[in-house]
C-alpha cells in the first residue's frame, strides 16, 4: 500500500502560481510513477502530468506544456507540480496518484495505470 496526501491547493488569480506538493508513505515510493490529474466539476479526470521513478522522464498534458513542471525528491517521499500562468481553465481538484513501475524511466499517462491515489486537493482560479 502506498498512501497519498496532497497539498498546496487553494485559490489564486489568473497569472498566478501554486506549488501542490504529494507527500507518500508506506510501500517503496522510488518504485512508482508518479502521476498528477485534476476533475473539474461535471467534466471527466483527465491527466495533467506524470515522471519516472527515476525522475529522468517526465511527460506533460499539451494543456499544460510550458507552465507547469513536475518533479520528485526521493529522499523525501514526495511528488511536486509547480503551476505557472495558470488559467480560469485550471480550476479543478487535483490528485496525485502513483504507480508501479519495473522501469527506471517509463511514464503512465492512463488512469487505470495507477493504483493508489490521494484524496485531492482544490486550486481555483479566478480572472
Known amino acids: 500500500q502506498v498512501q497519498l496526501v496532497e497539498s498546496g491547493g487553494g485559490s489564486v488569480q489568473a497569472g498566478g502560481s501554486l506549488r501542490l506538493s504529494c507527500a507518500a508513505s508506506?510501500?517503496?515510493?522510488?518504485?512508482?510513477?508518479m502521476g498528477w490529474f485534476r476533475q473539474a466539476p461535471g467534466k471527466e479526470r483527465e491527466f495533467v502530468a506524470a515522471?519516472?521513478?527515476?525522475?529522468?522522464?517526465?511527460y506533460d498534458a499539451d494543456s499544460v506544456k510550458g507552465r507547469f513542471t513536475i518533479s520528485r525528491d526521493n529522499a523525501k517521499n514526495t511528488v511536486y507540480l509547480q503551476m505557472n500562468s495558470l488559467k480560469p481553465e485550471d480550476t479543478a481538484v487535483y490528485y496525485c496518484?502513483?504507480?508501479?513501475?519495473?522501469?527506471?524511466?517509463?511514464?503512465?499517462?492512463?488512469?487505470?495505470?495507477?493504483?493508489?491515489w490521494g484524496q485531492g486537493t482544490q486550486v481555483t482560479v479566478s480572472s
Open positions: 496518484a502513483a504507480g508501479y513501475s519495473s522501469s527506471w524511466n517509463r511514464v503512465f499517462t492512463t488512469r487505470n495505470a495507477y493504483a493508489y
Open positions: 515522471i519516472s521513478w527515476s525522475g529522468g522522464s517526465t
Open positions: 508506506g510501500r517503496t515510493f522510488s518504485n512508482n510513477v
